[in-house]
């Protein structure tokens, strides 16, 4: 399998004298600019942006294996050395997997690659399933480069993207006026990927009219164009992947359970990014070096509070939404990333105030995010007036104007107030606090 061999070191003599001797051939062509024609020019800027993405995939690697392999920071004598942390980076190393910004050692996603590994050889169906951001598509890329094909088209074809009426021709193709708008023949996805790999992303979508067009394909591996009545034979790879339990659509009838066991000779489950939480510092490590490259910027540095939320936040976007939250952090920040730079519906509150009923006597404050006392004090105060608030529109049952007069304050100042702290009234009808006495 294409796995990143750690037995040839990345900062190898060997690539790099490869890639100094690419340079100075173009350095020699581009001496005689002035007598090339602009084919010549168009072929060489190619060469250029190749040379680049090569030494830019060799500093990532070296800066990736780096990160994994550093060793642990100095202990004092009274900590014992934490060995089973040098026992995880050792296997880690041995089996690291690096596909474009992908990793990990984890068990779950180690026996996918090992069962990747071995279907990958043959032709056999594949159904790849795990939640939204896991990387199903690269593992298809990698199931698709590690086999015989991988010379051959990778065609990608989201199922949950084509409409109902133009799915038979999408994925079949159509012949000149089968229907209105079909002004040329037009090869479908199917024939395009023919001797390749066919990924079928989102497969949990599709209708069952097209289910019952799949199944065909997969058992006699012919297609007609819509409009036609030729017979086309296809030989394609077909790997599916879905974030749905296709087993149980199956069990209810929105899946053909005929598909399903035709789809899923080998099944590869990818996990989620919060069941392997100790690569996330070395995923953000990674997605930080990537994203300052795109934004031609120096890798922006976190506070401690920022990467300690990165590293417990649950990612229910996993791996793609780790990679989006570096790239905006990268793009937002300027030389030190906060919590600031989160986008505003994961941005953990600021712990301040705690109003506690007890005693007769308000409880104390715990500003524990601050790192000013300006900003201690705000907290504070921001949440005193949330609570107050709160206490308010419970006391008078959700009715802004009742609460307005109580507080002998105008009624759109109080909506105002409610607004900044996103508070709802109507949460609060109905549960009019008794009053003594009345």
């Given at each position: 399998m294409k796995l990143f061999n750690q037995g040839?070191?990345?900062?190898?003599?060997?690539?790099?004298?490869?890639?100094?001797?690419?340079?100075?051939?173009?350095?020699?062509?581009?001496?005689?600019?002035?007598?090339?024609?602009?084919?010549?020019?168009?072929?060489?800027?190619?060469?250029?942006?190749?040379?680049?993405?090569?030494?830019?995939?060799?500093?990532?690697?070296?800066?990736?294996?780096?990160?994994?392999?550093?060793?642990?920071?100095?202990v004092t004598e009274v900590e014992p050395v934490d060995l089973s942390s040098r026992e995880r980076r050792q296997a880690l190393m041995e089996r690291s997997f690096i596909f474009e910004g992908t990793?990990?050692?984890?068990?779950?996603?180690?026996?996918?690659?090992?069962?990747?590994?071995?279907?990958?050889?043959?032709?056999?169906?594949?159904?790849?399933?795990?939640?939204?951001?896991?990387?199903?598509?690269?593992?298809?890329?990698?199931?698709?480069?590690?086999?015989?094909?991988?010379?051959?088209?990778?065609?990608?074809?989201?199922?949950?993207?084509?409409?109902?009426?133009?799915?038979?021709?999408?994925l079949f193709g159509h012949k000149k006026g089968a229907f209105t708008g079909a002004a040329n023949d037009r090869r479908g996805k199917f024939?395009?990927?023919?001797?390749?790999?066919?990924?079928?992303?989102?497969?949990?979508?599709?209708?069952?009219?097209?289910?019952?067009?799949?199944?065909?394909?997969?058992?006699?591996?012919?297609?007609?164009?819509?409009?036609?009545?030729?017979?086309?034979?296809?030989?394609?790879?077909?790997?599916?992947?879905?974030?749905?339990?296709?087993?149980?659509?199956?069990?209810?009838?929105?899946?053909?359970?005929?598909?399903?066991?035709?789809?899923?000779?080998?099944?590869?489950?990818?996990?989620?990014?919060?069941?392997?939480?100790?690569?996330?510092?070395?995923?953000?490590?990674?997605?930080?070096?990537?994203?300052?490259?795109?934004?031609?910027?120096?890798?922006?540095k976190l506070t401690p509070r920022l990467r300690d939320f990165l590293m417990h936040y649950d990612y229910p976007g996993n791996i793609r939404e780790l990679r989006n939250l570096m790239y905006r952090i990268s793009c937002l920040a300027g030389d030190t990333a906060d919590l600031a730079h989160l986008p505003q519906d994961i941005r953990p509150r600021p712990a301040g105030l705690s109003v506690v009923a007890g005693a007769g006597r308000a409880g104390v404050a715990d500003v524990t995010t601050a790192t000013s006392l300006a900003e201690a004090k705000r907290a504070a105060s921001d949440e005193a007036e949330r609570a107050f608030l709160e206490r308010g529109l419970q006391e008078v049952g959700g009715t802004v104007a009742e609460l307005a007069r109580r507080f002998e304050m105008n009624r759109s100042h109080v909506q105002m107030l409610l607004k900044k702290h996103g508070i709802h009234s109507k949460d609060f009808r109905g549960s009019r606090t008794a009053e003594g006495g009345k």
């Open positions: 040839t070191p990345v900062t190898s003599a060997v690539s790099f004298a490869g890639l100094i001797e690419k340079i100075e051939i173009l350095r020699s062509t581009l001496r005689w600019s002035s007598r090339l024609e602009r084919p010549e020019i168009e072929k060489l800027l190619k060469q250029a942006t190749t040379l680049r993405d090569e030494v830019m995939g060799l500093s990532h690697k070296e800066r990736f294996v780096a990160a994994a392999s550093a060793e642990p920071e100095a990793f990990g050692d984890n068990p779950k996603l180690l026996e996918a690659l090992e069962i990747a590994e071995k279907a990958s050889p043959t032709d056999l169906p594949v159904l790849i399933d795990g939640e939204s951001g896991t990387g199903k598509e690269l593992m298809a890329k990698v199931i698709h480069a590690n086999g015989s094909r991988t010379d051959k088209p990778f065609i990608s074809v989201n199922c949950g993207a084509i409409p109902d009426s133009l799915l038979e021709s999408e024939e395009s990927a023919h001797t390749g790999t066919i990924f079928l992303d989102e497969i949990g979508e599709l209708p069952l009219v097209g289910q019952v067009k799949l199944l065909r394909v997969l058992e006699a591996h012919e297609i007609q164009r819509v409009g036609s009545d030729e017979v086309i034979s296809v030989d394609a790879r077909i790997v599916a992947a879905t974030n749905k339990d296709l087993r149980r659509m199956s069990q209810e009838g929105t899946f053909r359970e005929d598909l399903f066991y035709r789809l899923s000779v080998i099944h590869v489950t990818l996990p989620a990014l919060r069941e392997r939480r100790d690569e996330i510092a070395l995923l953000v490590a990674y997605f930080g070096d990537e994203s300052a490259g795109q934004l031609k910027r120096r890798p922006v």
